[in-house]
């Protein structure tokens, strides 16, 4: 059964944008559902012409805005996760949740998904725009436009015979209401429909038996006068056992919701690969290894009840005055260069734990993570590599003493948080907020990070990385308000091989005064602990 998101993850990041939208297909959607409106400049944008100002806290409609006054607005303004009314989607300071132009925003989406886009103001002008960005891609097939005007529905199938045709009521920004019957009739003698939207609570009485549309919709698919059936939409006070029941209709052709990690749970079984809570002190070293990122003695990793990454603070000044003697001064100089060109710090430190067996095709993992404390110059994240773990650095001699990395053979990339690129991460960044990291080559300098999301000064949270293709969606939930999972970032990854390694780390580096770019901050210590890690694979 297929999942059509409605304006993508809407419940776990901002709709309509490109982050709710991958990451609804990331977690098994193969349909995106969405309105469109057209701007003052003639852009089409992906949501309706009031719902997607809204989303911004504004008055204005899209048709009133310029693709760049639109864009100025903030979409993750009124975004709050199920469980947090004071939730602020980007921290103060950062750049707001900009919307994409749909011709922008369909380069950057997967090529398997299928569109219901739903045009209820522009009338013919909008179907043309919308098919004729859809025929610059090659991708008319992909299409279905959605209208109650049956007109529409003629206009579309008039510009492209492949385009789908699909029937719908009000807009989808409102409570979910079916076409009319007299309606769907009329449509039906024109020829075959491809798709019809109709809501859960119009298929299903109260008494839990199929309504008179629904017996309708049932004999019409059967028949062929719809090609495709039923993409039901969920109820307005949306019950636990929904999804699953609009699945079971013989006429369902999708299952509309806002929440794939809803839809998942029953329509995208999958197996659980991993359980592991890290309680104890011993390391099975047969399923997972502790390294360290840098070979110096501020760093050890251990587990005790939890995977601790434990970063002692350094002794030294991180900016100690040049020594006066000239050679001793062109020494130092030479020294600072060395560290730089080795990536060998000796303030830079930190480690963690990496799975040794392989994941392979598509999944989700997650991990709770406590830091403590939440500072500028550390962070940690959960991410996959290409590489594998290598080999395992016991956390003690035999004595019982802390065994640290004392030669570059005792460390490895892998343990380095946003090292050994390529890779995909999910991060807690420093105390600004969670964000989606990257690497598409194999260079260090190439890293990039999406915009942090939340409350970054939160020390105990989960993080969750998930993978489908070539695409990825990294989350967060926090346990100090215990909001839902939020999609803090989306990216396309195509050097990721179809085999990946999964890490969690930690480090703690040397960071410039933002105040005085010539000078450092201080160097913290921290600890980072991780718990309960958990992957499912998708097959």
């Not at 609009?246 to 299952?255: F, L, M, T």
Request: net charge negative.
């Amino acid at each position: 059964m297929r999942i059509a998101a409605i304006g993508g993850n809407a419940l776990h990041a901002p709709p309509h944008t490109r982050t709710a939208l991958t990451s609804a297909y990331v977690q098994g959607a193969d349909v995106l559902v969405f309105d469109v409106a057209v701007t003052a400049d003639g852009r089409v944008v992906p949501g309706s012409d009031r719902g997607l100002p809204r989303q911004a806290d504004s008055t204005a409609s899209v048709g009133e805005l310029t693709l760049t006054r639109l864009r100025a607005l903030d979409l993750g303004a009124t975004f709050k996760p199920r469980g947090s009314p004071d939730f602020h989607y980007r921290p103060p300071g950062h750049a707001p949740v900009r919307i994409e132009a749909l011709d922008d925003l369909l380069d950057a989406l997967p090529d398997e998904v299928t569109y219901v886009v739903r045009v209820s103001t522009g009338g013919a002008d909008t179907v043309a725009a919308v098919v004729e960005i859809f025929t610059r891609r090659t991708a008319t097939t992909r299409l279905v436009v959605a209208a109650s005007d049956p007109e529409l529905l003629r206009h579309a199938r008039k510009l492209d015979a492949r385009v789908g045709t699909a029937l719908t009521g009000p807009a989808l920004d409102g409570p979910a209401v079916s076409p009319d019957p007299g309606l769907l009739g009329t449509v039906l003698q024109d020829g075959a429909l491809d798709l019809v939207l109709a809501g859960l609570d119009d298929l299903i009485g109260p008494d839990g038996r199929p309504t008179g549309l629904a017996l309708r919709l049932d004999a019409a698919e059967r028949s062929g006068d719809v090609r495709l059936g039923v993409l039901v939409l969920p109820r307005t006070e949306p019950g636990p056992d929904d999804h699953a029941l609009a699945a079971a209709q013989p006429y369902a052709w999708a299952v509309g919701t806002d929440s794939t990690f809803d839809t998942a749970r029953a329509l995208r079984p999958g197996t659980r690969r991993l359980d592991e809570t890290f309680a104890g002190t011993h390391t099975d070293t047969s399923r997972f290894a502790l390294g360290y990122a840098k070979a110096n003695p501020h760093c050890h990793v251990f587990q005790d009840d939890g995977i601790h990454v434990r970063i002692t603070p350094y002794p030294g000044d991180p900016q100690p005055p040049l020594p006066a003697d000239p050679v001793e001064r062109r020494l130092a100089e030479l020294e600072e260069r060395t560290w730089y060109a080795l990536g060998d710090w000796p303030f830079y430190s930190g480690g963690g734990i990496g799975v040794i067996h392989g994941l392979r095709g598509d999944f989700a993992a997650e991990v709770r993570i406590d830091s403590a404390v939440a500072a500028q110059a550390t962070m940690c994240e959960m991410a996959v590599v290409n590489a594998d773990p290598g080999t395992h650095h016991p956390p003690y001699d035999e004595d019982g003493s802390p065994r640290f990395p004392r030669s570059f053979r005792d460390k490895d990339a892998f343990y380095d948080p946003h090292g050994a690129p390529p890779f995909v991460g999910a991060e807690h960044d420093e105390d600004d907020g969670y964000r989606i990291n990257w690497n598409l080559g194999t260079l260090y300098d190439t890293n990039q990070y999406g915009p942090p999301v939340g409350d970054g000064r939160v020390l105990a949270a989960r993080l969750r990385l998930e993978r489908r293709g070539a695409y990825f969606a990294a989350y967060t939930r926090n346990d100090v308000d215990a909001h839902d999972w939020v999609c803090v970032g989306t990216v396309r990854n195509d050097s990721m091989n179809e085999t990946v390694h999964l890490r969690c780390s930690g480090k703690r580096w040397r960071q410039e005064d933002p105040a005085d770019p010539t000078r450092y901050m201080p160097i913290p210590a921290n600890e980072f602990v991780f718990r309960d890690l958990r992957i499912t694979c998708y097959f």
